[in-house]
């Protein structure tokens, strides 16, 4: 089991910053691969940015690439996601998701490859 836990979301104007945490325990965290998803209301839940166990690959949606970039701490036990100049189209809840699979590029981006979620965390980007 890993449990999950994202932080670090808010209001922020278009063009601003955040950082979304997420801290991970009940499993060595060196062995699980992470990713980023995110829902805006009325729509899917859609793939933003995954991290291998390592930290050696990273992949990113096509919308957020340039603008956002993945990282994790393995002894922190945490997945940051590193947003930049953001857009309203950004607004949405933010939830972090992990699996013991070893994940390709692909099968990174799906939501069906994760069994652990977040909670998510609430991003909102006013214009």
């Known amino acids: 089991q890993v449990q999950l836990v994202e932080s670090g979301g808010g209001l922020v104007q278009a063009g601003g910053s955040l950082r979304l945490s997420c801290a991970a325990s009940?499993?060595?965290?060196?062995?699980?691969?992470m990713g980023w998803f995110r829902q805006a209301p009325g729509k899917e839940r859609e793939f933003v940015a995954a991290i291998s166990r390592s930290g050696g690959s990273t992949v990113y949606a096509d919308s957020v690439k340039g603008r956002c970039t993945i990282s994790r701490d393995n002894v922190k036990a945490t997945v940051y996601l590193q947003m930049n100049s953001l857009k309203p189209e950004d607004t949405a809840a933010y939830y972090c998701?992990?699996?013991?699979?070893?994940?390709?590029?692909?099968?990174?981006?799906?939501?069906?490859?994760?069994?652990?979620w977040g909670q998510g965390t609430q991003v909102t980007v006013s214009s």
């Open positions: 009940g499993r060595t965290f060196s062995s699980v691969d």
């Open positions: 998701a992990a699996t013991q699979r070893r994940l390709g590029m692909v099968s990174a981006t799906s939501r069906d490859a994760y069994n652990y």
